[in-house]
């Protein structure tokens, strides 16, 4: 029988598949793109998926490894695209690594952490299964959102 931590993992890499799986076909040029009146870039959402996994990697499970990294969520802080993402190889790294640093820190989490909670200003009090149905959920909308820009932005 899986544990909850290999079930959520598991549930947490087949929800991401949704971003991941279009990366490879996103283009320098698609990069910028945005769908007006909109004020997000394809780039913009790239590089904000991976601030948000870093911040959840440290500041809802950071107890397991990732505590003393420093996270700068240049997306989160500036609030706004304000157009410095067009680096494409830089971002596939970017959420590569945000991606293992991630599952890294949920493969230590224990049965009973995921009914330990956390306080966070953005969500309140949760549990951090629920909060991890935020980082699940939160991927899966910007995923959605990098799809139509793909298709419809300019």
Do not use: C
Request: aromatic fraction near 10%.
């Amino acid at each position: 029988m899986k544990s909850k931590t290999q079930l959520f993992i598991e549930l947490w890499q087949e929800a991401r598949i949704r971003f991941s799986d279009q990366l490879p076909s996103i283009t320098q040029e698609d990069l910028n793109k945005r769908l007006l009146p909109g004020p997000n870039s394809i780039g913009f959402l790239i590089r904000h998926i991976g601030d948000v996994e870093l911040l959840y990697a440290k500041n809802v499970f950071g107890e397991n490894g990732i505590k003393d990294e420093n996270v700068i969520a240049k997306t989160v802080i500036a609030q706004q695209d304000n157009g410095g993402w067009s680096y494409l190889s830089e971002l596939l790294e970017y959420v590569e690594y945000s991606f293992q640093m991630l599952r890294s820190v949920l493969e230590k989490l224990r049965e009973e952490d995921w009914e330990a909670t956390v306080t966070s200003k953005e969500f309140g009090t949760k549990t951090k299964a629920e909060a991890f149905g935020r980082i699940v959920s939160h991927t899966i909308h910007h995923s959605g959102q990098i799809a139509i820009i793909k298709k419809y932005g300019s």
